[in-house]
Each structure stands twice: as C-alpha cells, then as structure tokens.
C-alpha cells in the first residue's frame, strides 16, 4: 500500500469510528442521563505523515481515534416519583454489577424483589454500608442522599468522583466504567433531587448536522482514492508504453 493511501485510509478509518459514536448518541438520545459521546481524532493528519515515515503502518493510526464523555449534564425532569432521583453536580451513583462497580447518572431506581434498592438495569445501588435493604417499608430520598424507611434512615447513597470524566467507557444503558480512572467518594456531596431526573445532554439536530459533515468528509476521501487509484493506472499504462 502507498502511502498516501495508507493516510487517507487511516483518515477513513477514523470518519467510520467518527459515525458509530455520532450514530450511539442519536440512539441513545432519549436514554435517561445518558452522556453524549465527543469523536476525537489523533490531531488530524499529522500523526498519519509521522507514521508513512517511520515503521508503522499510516492506518494503524486510525485506531488511535477514540469517544471522549461530555460532561455537561443534562436538564432536569420531573416524574414526581419517589424514587427518581437526580444529581444537582459532579458525581455518579454507584452500583454492584457481577464484575465489580460501576457507574450512572441514571436514577430511576425501585424496590427490587428481594427488598434492595436497585438501578433500572438491576444492579444494586450502593449506600455508605453496601447494598441498601429497604424492604416493603414507605421508602424516601433526601437531598443529602439519605434513604429512609418508614421516617428512619438506612444509608445515605454512596456518590462516586473519578478523575477525568471524559475517559469514562461506556458499557450501556446508563452505566459507565472507571476505565483506568482513579474512582473515589465525592468529597464535595451533590444536591440529590427526589422526583427527578436527568435527561440526555444529547441534542439529535446537532448530531445529525455532524453525521452529515463527516460523511461528507470520508466521501471526499472515497474520492480521493478512486482519483488516485486512476492517476496510477494511467502513469503504469504510459510507462508501459516507452521505448
């Protein structure tokens, strides 16, 4: 492969990841606190120059376009339901799933069947002590993130920081992974808003708008490659022809 065309294929490659995330955030645009997802390119295509010079192969760089998380978050809608709850700053709520915790802004939490509190995916949610058993009881949260049952307090639900919100992976429906993030306990407690929740920062007019720009980036580049792949065939067929 020349390289020029390894570059430009490394640039297609990075247009093709550029439109599964744009096409994740549209999916996920009604997803309850769901962060839209930023496509990064590796600094356009000065990466890719630097690769046709040394040893690796210009489309390798392609892989190093990765989704950063926007934290902006979301506006906040009210349900009026006991257990909707939304997070008024930083912070994620914390789960218990089969590999270990993770992470959600989503709050549309209920009384599982064996008395947990749990998270719409089913994970349990965590307070200060672990699991929060809530039991039949009249079951309440305050703003300070306290569970009540019947008036009394059983745990205060455990609120999570990491380091750099952008490198969060997202595993799906809400939820997001530390991946390699230092994840700790807010050390400055967010306002819990009973009766609310947050919706998806994702705005499906502006992402359609940037599905429309990079298509129309790696179709310049489509042909960019058929206009190369002519002006070859052309130079061997003339060069074929001397003497």
Do not use: C, W
């Amino acid at each position: 492969m020349s390289e020029a065309i390894g570059m430009i294929h490394g640039a297609m490659r990075a247009d093709a990841e550029a439109l599964r995330i744009i096409g994740q955030n549209i999916a996920n645009a009604e997803v309850t606190a769901y962060r839209r997802q930023i496509p990064l390119s590796a600094g356009g295509f000065d990466p890719l120059v630097a690769a046709s010079q040394g040893n690796d192969e210009p489309a390798s760089v392609a892989q190093l376009a990765r989704a950063a998380i926007d934290s902006q978050p979301g506006t906040l809608r009210s349900t009026g339901e006991t257990l909707d709850v939304a997070l008024e700053g930083k912070g994620f709520f914390v789960l218990q799933s089969a590999s270990g915790t993770v992470l959600t802004r989503r709050g549309d939490f209920h009384v599982g069947a064996d008395g947990v509190l749990a998270a719409a995916s089913g994970q349990p949610v965590l307070g200060e002590n672990g699991s929060i058993q809530v039991g039949v009881g009249a079951a309440a949260i305050g703003p300070d993130g306290a569970v009540t049952v019947n008036g009394e307090v059983v745990d205060r639900l455990r609120i999570a920081q990491v380091a750099n919100e952008a490198e969060l992976h997202y595993l799906g429906n809400g939820l997001y992974l530390g991946a390699g993030n230092e994840v700790q306990d807010a050390e400055s407690y967010p306002v819990v808003r009973q009766g609310f929740l947050e919706t998806a920062n994702v705005t499906p007019v502006n992402e359609m708008v940037l599905m429309m720009e990079t298509l129309r980036h790696f179709e310049a580049a489509q042909r960019l490659v058929r206009g190369y792949d002519q002006l070859l065939e052309k130079a061997i067929s003339e060069l074929g022809k001397v003497g």
